[in-house]
Structure formats: structure tokens, C-alpha cells
Nanobody
Framework: QVQLVESGGGLVQAGGSLRLSCAAS????????VGWFRQAPGKQREFVAH???????NYGDSVKGRFTISRDDAKNTVHLQMNSLGPEDTAVYYC????????????WGQGTQVTVSS
């Protein structure tokens, strides 16, 4: 199975920005939808954004206008640019892939912690 590795998390003050990256061990993103999800302590996992193999994007309501997902096929990497961060964005962020034609994300990374201080 293709390994997904997230990076870029850390501690940032409210109003700041972070860019997360999801790197794959081989070329898969052009034929898979890549999604970002997050899970805060005591809360259910939440959809953040996805980008399809064709480049279409979709965002969760709580991040629309603040987060941007993009893909660098040459580097087998998907980025999540996060701006105007608030304490409510504190969570572990995961990337995952969903094969074309499937509704299930079946391959997940280990996650990266994002902490936003007020």
C-alpha cells in the first residue's frame, strides 16, 4: 500500500498560517481523490477539504475561504494552506486517498498535530 506522510503541523498563534503537506511514496494523486480530515480531542473526525484526480476541490463549511488545497504531481504531494487560523482549528490533521469510483477513503496517513493558541 502507498504510504502517506503528513508534515507541516505545529504551534501557531491565532490569525496565523500553516501549510500542511501530504507526501505519497509513489505517483497516485492524479488517479485518486486526496482528502484532508481533522480530529480534535473528544470530537468526531471532520472533513476539511479534498482534491480530485481532475483537480476539482471541495471544502468543509468551517474552513471555506481560509484553507486552500493544492496538488504538486511532480512531487507526489498535496498541500493544505491554512490561513486565519483560530483555536477551533486545533486538531490532528490527516490526509487520505480515495480511489476513483469509490466513496471510501481507504489509505490514511499518521496525522500531524496543529495547535492554535489564542
Amino acid at each position: 500500500q502507498v504510504q502517506l506522510v503528513e508534515s507541516g503541523g505545529g504551534l501557531v498563534q491565532a490569525g496565523g498560517s500553516l501549510r500542511l503537506s501530504c507526501a505519497a511514496s509513489r505517483t497516485i494523486f492524479s488517479i485518486n481523490t486526496v482528502g484532508w480530515f481533522r480530529q480534535a480531542p473528544g470530537k468526531q473526525r471532520e472533513f476539511v477539504a479534498h482534491i480530485t484526480g481532475g483537480g476539482s476541490t471541495n471544502y468543509g463549511d468551517s474552513v471555506k475561504g481560509r484553507f486552500t488545497i493544492s496538488r504538486d504531481d511532480a512531487k507526489n504531494t498535496v498541500h493544505l494552506q491554512m490561513n486565519s487560523l483560530g483555536p477551533e482549528d486545533t486538531a490532528v490533521y490527516y490526509c487520505a486517498t480515495r480511489p476513483w469510483g469509490s466513496s471510501i477513503y481507504d489509505n490514511w496517513g499518521q496525522g500531524t498535530q496543529v495547535t492554535v493558541s489564542s
